[in-house]
């Protein structure tokens, strides 16, 4: 889905029957350049897009100045500077991102997605390098439902993969409409739909909408970061969530770098 070989980020927006590519060069350190290709290429606004995906303009001080009172955080932001919060190009992308990912480790989810795609999208070759567009939700709402389970997925998420599919398709889950929504008016209007509930709702709110005023409570995986990053077993989230509002999602892009960083997987 998306590359990145050290110089140029690349993935795949729009139809995945005609897709348009995306990529990105860091060309200054306060410069993107932007380049879209492809027969729908001229309906996307590269700026737009880039401020989207990639969350290239989002001022980021009231998190900074919030993490500089917690110490372990202040190391890891500092380290991490520059870090921006990306979104997912599409509300449709982002839920089953958000579903795929509920109650699992973030590698297997990530194994269980890459395989869903891998089996119901055709991939494209640009550059040397094999990209597969996100299947539209028409494509998962056909899929069988045993293929999709021996894929890794449980019988929940398949039912609410197809159920938020369904909603996206009849129009009752608009992007449009919902993105005009206060951060709580949208989480109501999330959770309203089968296969929603409040995590899923506030990893939508972030990852999809970018609103950074929302941190996805009773996640497991952020519990165990929060603990190990902190050093403090029985450290308690919300003091933390409270001296970063009104960004407090950032905390949840944060405790991922630092936990990819522990383990060697990254370094920041």
């Known amino acids: 889905m998306d590359v990145f070989d050290g110089t140029a980020y690349r ?7 005609a897709p348009t590519l995306l990529t990105a060069h860091q060309v200054a350190p306060d410069a993107i350049a932007v380049q879209l290709d492809g027969p729908a290429a001229g309906d996307i606004d590269p700026a737009v897009i880039a401020r989207r995906s990639l969350g290239a303009e989002a001022d980021l ?10 110490p372990w955080l202040n190391a890891i932001a500092t380290a991490a500077r520059g870090v921006k919060p990306p979104r997912y190009p599409s509300l449709w992308e982002t839920a089953c991102n958000a579903i795929v990912y509920q109650q699992v480790s973030i590698h297997a989810a990530g194994a269980i997605l890459r395989r869903v795609i891998e089996r119901h999208s055709t991939p494209v070759e640009t550059g040397g390098v094999r990209l597969f567009p996100f299947p539209a939700p028409r494509t998962l709402l056909d899929a069988d439902p045993a293929e999709l389970r021996a894929l890794g997925l449980s019988v929940n998420k398949v039912n609410a993969l197809k159920a938020v599919g369904a909603a996206i398709e009849s129009g009752d889950l608009d992007e449009t409409a919902l993105e005009s929504l206060s951060t709580r008016a949208l989480s109501e209007a999330l959770v309203a739909h089968k296969g ?9 709110a972030l990852r999809g909408f970018g609103r950074l005023d929302v941190f996805p409570m009773n996640d497991s995986g952020a519990t165990a970061g929060l603990r190990k990053l902190s050093g403090d077993p029985a450290i308690e989230a919300e003091p933390i969530i409270d001296a970063l509002r009104p960004q407090q999602g950032m905390l949840y892009y944060h405790l991922l770098l630092g936990r990819l960083n522990a383990t060697g997987e990254i370094s920041i």
Not at 11 to 17: A, I, N, S
Request: net charge neutral.
């Open 196 to 204: 929603i509930g409040p995590w899923t709702a506030a990893i939508i």
């Open 11 to 17: 993935r795949l927006l729009g139809d995945p029957q």
């Open 61 to 70: 001080s009231a998190f900074y100045a919030g993490a500089a009172s917690v």
